[in-house]
């Protein structure tokens, strides 16, 4: 390949496969989780514990017999609990895994006197005693929210666990309590409290202990988590961030998306030469790499290699998302991974970009329109914009957002305004007092609308922000606009930059990626097979709730050449996970929106900076 990347050997491509899982964690995880849906069978369901398949779940570790269902129920969770950890070859769930099996065969021979039992627990504890390096993996980046997340969905998870325990005993039930009765009945339960419902026999003191044994579980869980040491995820340090800011002013033409390897929520992983880098996100166990490699290409191997190692050492699952065609080449060749076109991002080259005929007929006449309604637009690096008008600017992007998370990974900066940012682009548009007046003397816009007060904003209605792209080159971070604006704020302000672009030594930009975009293409062209029209209807449905569509239209009005962009995986079966892992990072989905706003986490205060101070008052006003 070219590119000057040195080959590497078979030998060393298997090093670098991936953390792919072994085969004793894989078996003994799923006799984890087989033990524990038994054992919580047998503490919820009377009827099992008389069935054929309870009498043979009672030799298996974690179960213990004539104890009470209460302590078959927690063994059963907490198996359930260590079984994911397992599978991942987690050092912690293999000590647990460890000190329970023991536990369990003790179990075993006092209270049952089973031999078989014994031998059972010992048989399985065998080869987590002699595989013992296979369960290596350090912990994964954690906090103390964790503690309070932990509370709630285990106490939601008790709470209708504990509601099948009431209500399977119908015929030794007293009365027929309503579901209020029912759920108060858990809830007192679950405090270690006895509740309005009433059984006959022990019945009534084996639900009471069950529901305790739950309530029991929550608590020591959240305990456990809330005052374990905490490994908050890793962020870019300043240090770090000098170090990539160098390697991108050497090699930051390479990759239009280099400059947003300098996201602060972002890991960083370097070659052993210091010239090349990798920079990631762990999400939902996935480790996450975005664009290719930064730096020198000679030292993306020893790069590559070292996430590599980090991966397998967290027993993460690798995967990369929008590298290009020779990062994809680069990564698949040093690790064995696979790789699987993703879309296409829309580069224009100023020297070819042109209003003039056809084909640019639309955007002509729509910036036209706007220009006549009375807007006019700015474009300036960040380090010529004033403080104040900076503030506002920054002001207005998170107004104008539309969304309560920030959206963003592989193509997204995240902040805008940093004075260490000063080589970026603002485009913004403005509407000019005085323009389109009325007889009534107020002032219209292009659809007779009347012009809306100058709100807090000023005259400010568009913004654009770009990054570098290397010396000449730019690529879009972010569009936002005022809503009450007239339509077409972006193409203005894409078409300003464009004709801006030679003013400030730029010969090329970068706009939106465009996923699937070969596959809409294709499929709406005469002669399109019904395998890809299907494929393309689909995508057109999804793009009711994700811009798929819209953003290859909004991209193909500008003419551009396509540069395809792909995903690095480690195998089919992980796809699910990386695309949920992604659609997590970019922001399309937050699993903090499931907890009370107080219980969410709280985003990491921004890192100092020189000139913070002329910041001040907008994060005030953010706060």
């Not at 009471?208 to 962020?235: C, D, K, M, N, W």
């Not at 639309?362 to 700015?378: F, H, L």
């Not at 914009?385 to 600017?393: H, P, Q």
Request: with cysteine; charged share 25%.
């Amino acid at each position: 390949m070219s590119g000057g990347v040195p080959a590497r050997s078979r030998s060393a491509r298997r090093v670098f496969r991936g953390p792919r899982p072994e085969a004793v964690p894989v078996l003994v995880a799923r006799a984890c989780a087989v033990v524990g849906l038994l054992d919580v069978a047998a503490g919820v369901f009377p009827r099992f514990r008389h069935s054929r398949m309870h009498t043979l779940a009672e030799v298996l570790p974690g179960s213990f017999g004539p104890f009470a269902a209460a302590l078959s129920l927690s063994a059963g969770i907490l198996l359930l609990l260590l079984a994911h950890g397992l599978r991942r070859g987690k050092r912690r769930a293999w000590r647990a895994a460890v000190a329970l099996l023991p536990a369990g065969a003790v179990a075993q021979f006092t209270y049952r006197h089973s031999v078989v039992g014994v031998l059972i627990s010992l048989v399985l504890l065998a080869p987590l005693l002699r595989h013992r390096d296979q369960f290596a993996a350090l912990p994964d980046p954690r906090s103390r929210w964790r503690a309070l997340a932990n509370f709630v969905l285990m106490g939601a998870g008790s709470l209708v666990l504990g509601l099948v325990i009431v209500s399977v005993h119908p015929d030794r039930m007293v009365g027929d309590p309503s579901l209020a009765d029912r759920i108060t009945h858990v809830l007192y339960g679950l405090f270690g409290f006895e509740g309005p419902v009433d059984y006959q026999g022990n019945t009534s003191w084996t639900v009471a202990f069950s529901l305790g044994a739950l309530g029991l579980l929550t608590a020591v869980t959240t305990i456990y988590l809330a005052f374990r040491p905490e490994h908050p995820a890793a962020r870019l340090t300043e240090d770090d961030e000098a170090h990539l800011r160098a390697l991108l002013e050497k090699h930051g033409r390479r990759d239009s998306l280099g400059h947003f390897a300098l996201r602060r929520d972002k890991a960083v992983v370097f070659s052993p030469s210091g010239k090349a880098a990798v920079t990631y996100r762990v999400v939902s166990g996935v480790m996450l790499a975005s664009g290719d490699p930064i730096g020198d290409v000679e030292a993306w191997p020893g790069a590559i290699e070292h996430f590599m190692d980090v991966a397998k050492a967290h027993s993460w699952t690798p995967a990369v998302m929008g590298c290009s065609e020779t990062g994809g080449e680069v990564w698949t060749r040093e690790t064995g991974l696979d790789a699987l076109e993703l879309g296409d991002e829309a580069v224009v080259d100023v020297a070819d970009f042109s209003l003039t005929g056809r084909a640019m007929r639309n955007v002509r006449q729509m910036v036209k329109r706007i220009e006549r309604a009375g807007y006019e637009t700015r474009v300036r690096r960040v380090r010529d914009v004033g403080d104040a008008e900076l503030a506002r600017i920054r002001q207005a992007a998170d107004d104008w957002r539309g969304t309560d998370t920030e959206r963003g990974f592989s193509m997204a900066l995240g902040r805008i305004g940093d004075p260490s940012d000063g080589d970026c682009l603002i485009a913004t548009a403005h509407r000019i007092d005085g323009a389109a007046r009325s007889a009534s003397g107020r002032a219209t816009v292009g659809d007779g609308r009347a012009d809306a007060e100058p709100g807090e904003y000023g005259d400010l209605k568009a913004i654009l922000h770009f990054v570098p792209w290397g010396a000449d080159g730019a690529s879009l971070d972010l569009m936002r606009r005022d809503r009450s604006a007239d339509p077409g704020m972006n193409e203005l302000l894409i078409v300003a930059a464009l004709q801006a672009a030679p003013k400030f030594g730029i010969t090329r930009v970068s706009l939106n990626f465009a996923m699937f975009r070969s596959a809409l293409a294709r499929g709406e062209k005469i002669g399109a097979g019904p395998v890809l029209r299907a494929w393309r209807g689909l995508l057109v449905f999804l793009s009711r709730w994700f811009q798929i569509e819209s953003l290859y239209k909004f991209n193909a009005k500008f003419q551009p050449r396509w540069e395809p962009r792909f995903v690095v995986y480690r195998a089919s079966a992980d796809l699910p996970r990386i695309g949920f892992a992604a659609m997590q990072a970019e922001g399309f989905v937050d699993l903090a929106v499931a907890l009370p706003r107080f219980l969410r986490r709280r985003k990491p205060a921004p890192r100092a900076c020189p000139h913070a101070h002329a910041l001040a008052e907008h994060d005030a006003r953010a706060a």
